[in-house]
Each structure stands twice: as C-alpha cells, then as structure tokens.
C-alpha cells in the first residue's frame, strides 16, 4: 500500500514508519531490520493486520481492552461527549457532570466491590504511569503537611511494574527499564520479588517463602529506619513482572508490617482494576486496605487515556485540614477529568456491568488456565502455568525438574511469541522472566479461547526444534 502523502509520497506505510515513528519500549534495530508490524482493524478479540491477516488478542493490547474491541455504545458515548463538552480543565475547582460521575461510580465500586469504603477521593490523569507519579507525590506532600520531612523512601519490589516516568519507572523493579537511564531515582529501593516458583529454595513451603521474603522487607524497614519509609507499592497480582500470584498470607504479613511502622500502602491495581481477576479490585480479593489505589487500563478498556489515584479518608483528611493555609494542590494535568475519557469510561463501566463481564471472568478465566495447564503439561520447556481470572502466566525453564531456567537473554518466550504471531496469535513476551502472559479481553467466550489456545499450542510445537537448540 502506497500514502500519498508530500513530501513523502510513493513511500509503503513500513517505509514511512521506519522514517517517521519513535516507537515506545522498541529495538530501533529491530524495527529498521525487521518493519513494523501495522494493525488496521480490529472487532471483539479479533485484529487485522494490514496486509489482511486474521490474529487474536489474547493480550487485550497491553492487558487493557477489557470488554473487547470496536464496541460502538463507546463510539457513540464518545462522539456525543466530544460535541457537547469537547474539553474542559477541571483545575481550579471547574468541573464537569461526567467526571463528577465517574468519580463517585469509582468510589462506590471500590466501596459496594472491594470492601474499600475508606477511600475518600479521586483524582485523574491519562496513563498508569502518572496516576502512580500522582501517588508518589501526594504521599510526600502528606508528610511534609505532617511535619516528618524525612518520611519519603517508597519500597517497591523487584519484578513490579509501575510505569515508566522518572518516579513511577524507578517505582518498576525491573533493570531493562533503568539501564543508560540514571534510574532509580534516589529514595526507591526494591524488595524481594514474591515469586514462589521461581525464588523458593528447596523445601521451602509457600507459607515460609512469605516469612522469609517478608522478614527481609521487615530487615529492609530497620535498616534504612522506618522514620524514613513513607509508603510500600505493589500490584495485588503482578503483571509485567510475570503474572505473580501472592504467595500464602503474604500480603496480611506484609500490611501488618506496614501498619506497624505507619507506612502507607499503595495499590497498583492498573491491570487488576476493573475485573481482571474475576473480582472488580484486586485489593477486594487479596484483602487489602490501600491508603491509594492507582487504575487506568480497564477504567476505560483503553478507548481514551484515563487514569485516576483514589486517595484515603486518612490521607484526604490532612490535605483537607492544611488546604487554608497551603493553598492550591499544585498538582495536575491538561487532561485531569477530561470530559470524554469520563463518558468513555461511563460506558465502557456500563458493559462491563451490563455484560456480567466481571462474573465471566470469574468462569471463563479457570477454563482458560485449565486449557492451558492439560495442553501444555508434556512440554518439558514448561515449568509453570497460573493464573487468576483472565490473567496468565505461561514461564519457561531449561529443565522441568530443577526449575533451571535458560541463560539470560535467550528468551525462549519471544521465540515462542513470534511463532505465536504466524499462527495468528498474540501473547506477549515479558521483560523480567520467561513468561508468555495472556490476558484477554473479559468480553472473550469459550469458543474463542479454545481457539486461541490451539492456534499457541501449535506454535509451541513449531518453535521445539529452536527451544531443544536453546536448551542445549
Ligand atoms: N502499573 C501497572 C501495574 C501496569 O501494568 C502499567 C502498564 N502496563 C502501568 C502501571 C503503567 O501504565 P501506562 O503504560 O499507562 O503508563
């Protein structure tokens, strides 16, 4: 297909993007060798590509399109938005009938759905990655209004993923995000990563691979003083990371923990929010209590750019109280409560209620991970199938009985994903472990995973005679 577009006509469109794009998270040299890959179309969990061929998303893009593609309510509910109200800031106290809305439907999810009725306030951006920004610098505002200038380290995890700006992508625990970037930023430290699997020793049980890792996090808080330690930030089931479950009573070890040394906690619930679990917050179905909850993705199933950071009665209360003498919030962005991403996000709550969505995947997404675990059990290069809801971790090793897993930077999984690519599939490849992850869109139907399912186990068998060569 040629664009005739001047100055750049009789270019293909590879051509031009070769040319023309910055591409996020991307190999340049990949891309200059190898082209883009261009969608054009896409409807429910289907995409086209544009040369015509037919794929399924059993990522959901970047683990966002919950109720599935091309859904016109949310065209609709857009287009309507955009002629009545196309913008507005909401600085300064402006504000408008659908982010009004949506800030009170947050509020009573996470109140009616994940027992969290402690959260007093919401506040919006466009990305995960700002609305953790947001969290990191509401919690040093907090303290400085409380007189502790010195409480400001935020502990994160090794493996967590929390974006990619300068705060919120020192909050991520994985070093391919820091590399040749001066990153961490002073004050981030990283705990043990909760991976069972992965980390546990030799008859460790669940239960003490938590002791174990959550003393060190206890070690940690002592060392650096938890006169210093302002806030813990974790994903209830970690994404990027490798699709993590919590291992046995960690997370009701961990909130001890942070209660006793009066650290707050964040939810990272980005990719957990909204249903992914099978639950609406993965805070509700980990037992939680989070002084803040990051979302994004599903808020919107990715239609428009909305974020929000819902914020503590405990926290609200001091802001509330300093508010006379300190003045403006002076945080905020162009795009805080845009009238559109709010009536985008209206609808797209409105079908995944209407649609059950939340309750399917409940069902649907045990059926996926049992499809997986009986299709995949001979395979002696996987070690690992888990999940919980529509959120999948498929994890590689060199040898099924020792857990070895391959030496670094073979990445046998994006071999695998891009075998998965020409049967018409996509998975992702994760950066921090061997993990091919699926999350589709909640709105999925049996028929379709068993589809998609098929189409990956007959790449994995095309890809076996290039893992035996890894292996070896
Ligand atoms: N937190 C989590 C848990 C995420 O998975 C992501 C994105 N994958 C982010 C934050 C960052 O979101 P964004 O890419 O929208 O900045």
Redesign the pocket.
């Known amino acids: 297909m040629t664009v005739s577009v001047s100055p750049s006509a009789n270019f293909s469109l590879e051509e031009l993007d070769k040319l023309s794009l910055f591409h996020p998270v991307t190999s340049i040299a990949d891309v200059q060798k190898n082209g883009p890959l261009i969608y054009a179309k896409a409807g429910g969990v289907r995409m086209r590509d544009h040369h015509g061929r037919d794929l399924i998303d059993l990522g959901a893009g970047?683990?966002?399109v919950n109720v599935g593609y091309g859904r016109p309510e949310i065209a609709d509910a857009a287009a309507a938005a955009m002629r009545n109200l196309s913008y507005y800031h909401t600085f300064g106290g402006a504000s408008n009938e659908a982010t009004i809305c949506l800030a009170d439907r947050i509020l009573s999810l996470l109140r009616e759905r994940a027992g969290a009725g402690h959260l007093a306030r919401v506040f919006f951006g466009?990305?995960?990655?700002?609305?953790?920004d947001s969290a990191y610098k509401l919690i040093r505002y907090y303290n400085n209004l409380l007189g502790r200038p010195q409480k400001k380290k935020v502990i994160s995890r090794l493996g967590?993923?929390?974006?990619?700006?300068y705060a919120?992508g020192s909050l991520?625990g994985i070093s391919a995000y820091h590399t040749a970037f001066d990153m961490p930023i002073e004050g981030v430290l990283h705990t043990a990563c909760p991976h069972y699997y992965r980390f546990g020793e030799d008859g460790e049980s669940e239960a003490a691979f938590s002791d174990r890792i959550v003393a060190d996090l206890a070690a940690m808080i002592e060392r650096e003083g938890p006169e210093t330690i302002a806030a813990f930030i974790a994903?209830p089931v970690?994404?990027?990371g490798g699709v993590l479950l919590p291992p046995a009573d960690y997370f009701a070890k961990v909130q001890a923990l942070l209660d006793k040394h009066d650290i707050l906690l964040i939810a990272?619930?980005?990719?957990?929010g909204f249903g992914r679990t099978g639950q609406w917050f993965g805070s509700g179905a980990y037992g939680l209590k989070p002084d803040i909850i990051?979302m994004?993705?599903g808020i919107t199933s990715a239609y428009f750019?909305v974020?929000a950071t819902a914020v503590s009665q405990r926290v609200w209360r001091v802001l509330e109280e300093a508010s006379p003498r300190m003045g403006a919030v002076m945080h905020g962005f162009t795009y805080s409560g845009h009238p559109v991403g709010s009536a985008v996000a209206m609808a797209n709550l409105d079908i995944v209620e209407r649609d059950d969505l939340v309750a399917k995947t409940a069902e649907n997404g045990p059926y996926m991970l049992r499809q997986l675990q009986a299709r995949l059990a001979e395979n002696p290069y996987i070690g690992d199938v888990r999940g919980v809801g529509l959120m999948i971790g498929v994890e590689f090793v060199a040898d099924r009985g020792s857990r070895r897993a391959f030496s670094a930077g073979l990445g046998p999984h994006r071999l695998v994903a891009r075998h998965a690519l020409e049967r018409g599939v996509l998975t992702r490849a994760l950066p921090f472990i061997d993990v091919n992850s699926f999350s589709p869109p909640l709105s999925i139907t049996r028929a379709e995973i068993d589809e998609g399912v098929d189409r990956y186990v007959t790449a994995l068998a095309d890809a076996m005679p290039a893992l035996h060569t890894l292996a070896s």
Do not use: F, R
């Not at 466009?126 to 953790?132: K, L, R, V």
């Not at 990272?268 to 957990?272: A, G, K, L, N, Y």
């Open positions: 970047l683990w966002c466009s990305s995960g990655s700002d609305a953790n967590g993923y929390h974006g990619v700006t919120s991520t994903e970690m994404g990027t990272d619930e980005v990719i957990t990051t994004a993705k750019p974020s």
